[in-house]
Nanobody, 120 residues
């Protein structure tokens, strides 16, 4: 069964840093690209960053220069290092694999997200 165990969310002050971790299971990790999504209160689910099977990365504009996605194939884990956090980064963060539909990316269907709260 496909599952993503996400951790690392916390409450921090603006300018702080957090490292989110996502342990994936139920599929061949190295055969799939991985993605981080987030959903802020009252907002739609949005794609934050991706990493493909070759390690190439992509970031939404708001994440460029502040967030870094990486993965550990041996641990089947993907990370999101977030620096220079802003109040607008407050959201629940989810990770997903590329073969899954994006329509339910910000739901608990494949595992709970982790809450990040950034105070000013």
């Amino acid at each position: 069964e496909v599952n993503f165990a996400v951790s690392g969310g916390d409450s921090v002050q603006a300018g702080g840093s957090l490292r989110l971790s996502c342990a994936a299971s139920g599929f061949t990790f190295n055969d799939q690209g991985m993605q981080w999504y987030r959903q802020a209160p009252g907002n739609e689910c949005e794609l934050v960053s991706t990493i493909n099977i070759n390690g190439q990365t992509w970031y939404q504009d708001f994440a460029k220069g502040r967030f870094t996605i990486s993965k550990d194939i041996a641990k089947e884990t993907v990370y999101l290092q977030m620096n220079g956090l802003k109040p607008e980064d407050t959201a629940v963060y989810y990770c997903r694999a590329g073969f899954l539909p994006s329509s339910d990316a910000c739901t608990a269907h494949w595992g709970q997200g982790t809450k990040v709260t950034v105070s000013s």
